[in-house]
């Protein structure tokens, strides 16, 4: 039985211009341990509010279902405690953070959440050290960790920087939301083995993306089709490719 | 980041007291009767045993004060002040110089405590024979002890340098010269009515002179404390750096909290010759009064700086948190041909606070250059507005001024507002200004949290990202009092 991601008829909306807007309309899904899948959908599926639900960002008024990680009641936790227990979302628009220097950020939230799994903080010598493997690992210069959180970043630095974040904080389970969106090809196979080397029986991840292409890197156990806040077809990483050549009418069509 | 660390353990501590600092020394007093007249004058004068000269100067200062009004340009309010119901002088009780730590009054001993000063400076402070012998620290400290300096430290290794650094009325006495050459040289007492006020009553404050060619051997502070009920604070600080010469200068304070509004109206004098350069730093956290504004310190203050020699620099920071109400302006005349003129300020409202603060950069000489980085942060239901002057004098050939003025909005109950007031009289002169609003956005906010960061920790980060440009001017241990002071001042600000 699977007890680490369970989603079950999760229906959430968001507050537009004073008029409720339902956007996911009963999303179930199950992430066993140790399985990458990936959500592939048309633009307003939902795919983006499901990230954001699910990491706890408070605009979205989840009206119905329930999301268990490890057992816990995943909605009813703040999202520091979320990411405390493990979750973590690469962000599809990383935010600006001006002045605040990456290497501080970086370090305030990995000994942050080291604090809340009761690990001892890293001090700045080791701090230093793990960083400086993992800029090197995702080829970004450290001239990155100096400069304020994401300002001035090209979209690709952005993600490199997500993902970077992500290795440093070492999760249990990521949610990737459209990571791959405005990397060149290069850029792409780095950040995909930046989240395949962390692969093994303790991740899981969830891969948002609009491509096919990310897929090919970063290869799914199972892919889901999101369209209208629902998930319409569930699959092996063969769906991915099917999609890629035929678009996601026919999927639509037997939803229907 | 340790400081966002220090920064938890502040706020925590604060969460079980309102305000830590806000306590009250119960120190025997000598308090000079309520009112302010020509006797009161006198009564001061002769309490700090003033030569005849001091006297005559303070009775014109106060028969100018008597004709003046009370400003009210500034953007802030506040009900009447009367200036007949509060004491003007208040002074400890003087006892022969105690043995040891044991020897201290305890009460004085636990203040110190409170404000987190070393035990070894403690001793000094207290005045403990000997304990000047085994320095250590690279900072000196004259405590401003409710008006009185109660002792002054490092003194020797100062004198060795030729530093002169003592309470304003040890200098009157010793140094009658020097003071009667600048004293209201740079701040005349007819200026405005809170100088005058503090011409006529001031009871101590700092004096310094470094004389040519002398780099200042340490970072001099000064505590200030406000401890006694209903008595007004007027500190009056000269500094004089002569040819050649450097010096930094730390003022910081907290105060006791207290139900009663306290007028604070200091005078900081600064004379920079050639070559000559001051760093002016201050952390104010003053009481700044309940939830509802009540009970908080008046802070009106002069502060100015005089460039009179070629290549002269005078530098202020500020980091202002406390006080009900700010209005202060520290400034800067450029006489002096390639003088430099900076001011690096963080002011932070929350509940009901006012601040109306700013600088004046006054160019007369060519090749004069100023620099201009305020940022203002609003939270609650305060206010504060930035006021800034830039003048560029008919003989101010290519002079320059950079001013960026930022402010940040937390919550949709507070101000901000900015008050550039440009004079160019020169055709050379460049004068650019930058000016921007910011929220701290939910989207940042958010993404700071599922980084594993609590909210307050969160807003910690933004805030002191927002005023890194300034705090980095700070010297090392104030800044990292002042990144403290920051996020305990926007506690509660948020959600």
């Known amino acids: 039985m699977n007890d680490f991601l369970k989603i079950q008829g999760l229906e959430a909306r968001i507050d537009a211009d004073g008029t409720p807007k339902e956007i996911l309309k009963g999303i179930d899904l199950e992430i066993p341990k140790g399985e990458i899948h990936a959500i592939m959908g048309p633009n307003g599926s939902g795919k983006s509010t499901l990230s954001y639900v699910l990491s706890g960002r408070d605009d979205y008024e989840v009206t119905g279902g329930s999301a268990t990680f490890k057992g816990q009641d995943l909605l009813a936790l703040d999202p520091e405690e979320r990411a405390a227990l493990g979750v973590f979302l690469a962000f599809q628009s990383p935010v600006e953070?001006?002045?605040?220097?990456?290497?501080?950020?970086?370090?305030?939230?990995?000994?942050?959440?080291?604090?809340?799994?009761?690990?001892?903080?890293?001090?700045?010598?080791?701090?230093?050290?793990?960083?400086?493997?993992?800029?090197?690992?995702?080829?970004?210069?450290?001239?990155?960790?100096?400069?304020?959180?994401?300002?001035?970043?090209?979209?690709?630095?952005?993600?490199?920087?997500?993902?970077?974040?992500?290795?440093?904080?070492?999760?249990?389970?990521?949610?990737?939301?459209?990571?791959?969106?405005?990397?060149?090809?290069?850029?792409?196979?780095?950040?995909?083995?930046?989240?395949?080397?962390?692969?093994?029986?303790?991740?899981?991840?969830?891969?948002?993306?609009?491509?096919?292409?990310?897929?090919?890197?970063?290869?799914?156990?199972?892919?889901?089709?999101?369209?209208?806040?629902?998930?319409?077809?569930?699959?092996?990483?063969e769906v991915a490719k099917t999609l890629e050549k035929q678009g996601y009418t026919q999927f639509l069509e037997a939803a229907a | 980041m340790p400081a966002v660390t220090e920064t938890r353990e502040t706020v925590e501590k604060l969460a079980k007291s309102s305000y830590e600092w806000g306590f009250e020394t119960d120190i025997e007093m000598d308090i000079a009767p309520k009112g302010l007249n020509e006797d009161t004058v006198r009564l001061i004068s002769e309490h700090k045993r003033e030569p005849e000269w001091m006297l005559e100067w303070r009775l014109k200062a106060f028969r100018m004060w008597l004709e003046m009004k009370e400003p009210e340009w500034a953007k802030v309010s506040h009900p009447p002040i009367d200036y007949q119901d509060a004491h003007y002088f208040a002074q400890p009780k003087k006892k022969p110089g105690p043995k040891s730590l044991d020897e201290v009054d305890p009460e004085l001993l636990k203040t110190y405590a409170k404000l987190g000063i070393p035990l070894h400076e403690q001793a000094l402070l207290a005045g403990v024979e000997g304990a000047e012998d085994q320095k250590r620290l690279p900072v000196a400290?004259?405590?401003?002890?409710?008006?009185?300096?109660?002792?002054?430290?490092?003194?020797?290794?100062?004198?060795?340098?030729?530093?002169?650094?003592?309470?304003?009325?040890?200098?009157?006495?010793?140094?009658?010269?020097?003071?009667?050459?600048?004293?209201?040289?740079?701040?005349?007492?007819?200026?405005?009515?809170?100088?005058?006020?503090?011409?006529?009553?001031?009871?101590?404050?700092?004096?310094?002179?470094?004389?040519?060619?002398?780099?200042?051997?340490?970072?001099?502070?000064?505590?200030?404390?406000?401890?006694?009920?209903?008595?007004?604070?007027?500190?009056?600080?000269?500094?004089?750096?002569?040819?050649?010469?450097?010096?930094?200068?730390?003022?910081?304070?907290?105060?006791?909290?207290?139900?009663?509004?306290?007028?604070?109206?200091?005078?900081?004098?600064?004379?920079?010759?050639?070559?000559?350069?001051?760093?002016?730093?201050?952390?104010?956290?003053w009481y700044p009064g309940d939830d509802e504004g009540r009970g908080g310190i008046y802070n009106f203050v002069t502060k100015r700086g005089a460039c009179r020699g070629a290549r002269s620099k005078i530098s202020w920071t500020q980091v202002e948190t406390g006080s009900a109400i700010t209005w202060k302006y520290p400034s800067c005349v450029l006489a002096g041909e390639g003088s430099v003129g900076e001011f690096y300020s963080v002011a932070v409202t929350n509940n009901h606070q006012q601040a109306d603060t700013g600088t004046k950069m006054i160019h007369l000489a060519p090749n004069t250059r100023s620099t201009i980085i305020a940022k203002t942060i609003s939270a609650g239901r305060s206010d504060s507005t930035y006021r800034g002057l830039v003048r560029m004098q008919p003989k101010a050939r290519n002079a320059r001024n950079f001013t960026?003025?930022?402010?940040?909005?937390?919550?949709?109950?507070?101000?901000?507002?900015?008050?550039?007031?440009?004079?160019?009289?020169?055709?050379?002169?460049?004068?650019?200004?930058?000016?921007?609003?910011?929220?701290?956005?939910?989207?940042?906010?958010?993404?700071?949290r599922s980084r594993g960061l609590s909210e307050e920790d969160a807003v910690g980060l933004i805030v002191n990202g927002f005023c890194r440009e300034v705090l980095k001017e700070l010297p090392m241990e104030f800044a990292v009092e002042a990144q403290k002071l920051l996020q305990v001042s926007l506690e509660g600000s948020v959600g």
């Open chain 2, 404 to 448: 960026q003025c930022d402010s940040l909005l937390i919550g949709d109950q507070c101000g901000a507002h900015t008050v550039p007031y440009i004079e160019s009289r020169n055709m050379t002169a460049r004068i650019e200004h930058e000016a921007t609003t910011s929220k701290i956005s939910e989207d940042q906010l958010f993404y700071c």
């Open chain 2, 141 to 285: 400290v004259d405590a401003v002890f409710d008006s009185v300096s109660v002792a002054t430290t490092f003194r020797k290794t100062l004198e060795e340098a030729g530093v002169i650094f003592c309470p304003i009325s040890d200098a009157i006495r010793e140094h009658p010269d020097l003071v009667k050459q600048y004293l209201g040289s740079v701040v005349p007492a007819a200026d405005n009515f809170f100088a005058a006020l503090n011409s006529a009553v001031f009871t101590d404050g700092s004096f310094v002179f470094v004389p040519k060619g002398v780099r200042c051997p340490m970072e001099l502070s000064t505590y200030f404390r406000i401890n006694a009920r209903n008595t007004g604070q007027f500190e009056r600080t000269l500094i004089i750096v002569e040819d050649g010469a450097s010096v930094s200068y730390l003022e910081g304070c907290t105060a006791p909290q207290r139900d009663e509004n306290q007028l604070h109206a200091a005078v900081v004098e600064l004379i920079a010759m050639d070559d000559a350069s001051i760093k002016y730093s201050t952390v104010q956290n």
């Open chain 1, 97 to 237: 953070l001006p002045g605040v220097n990456n290497a501080n950020f970086l370090r305030t939230a990995v000994n942050a959440v080291r604090r809340a799994r009761g690990e001892d903080e890293l001090d700045a010598v080791a701090f230093l050290k793990a960083v400086r493997a993992e800029t090197k690992r995702l080829s970004m210069s450290d001239e990155m960790l100096k400069r304020a959180v994401n300002v001035g970043f090209s979209g690709g630095e952005k993600k490199r920087n997500e993902v970077l974040q992500m290795r440093l904080l070492q999760p249990s389970f990521a949610i990737l939301d459209e990571t791959d969106s405005g990397l060149d090809i290069d850029a792409l196979r780095i950040v995909a083995d930046g989240v395949n080397s962390l692969r093994g029986p303790d991740f899981s991840a969830l891969v948002i993306t609009h491509h096919q292409r990310l897929l090919d890197y970063i290869v799914p156990d199972r892919v889901h089709v999101m369209a209208k806040g629902k998930i319409i077809f569930s699959g092996g990483p």
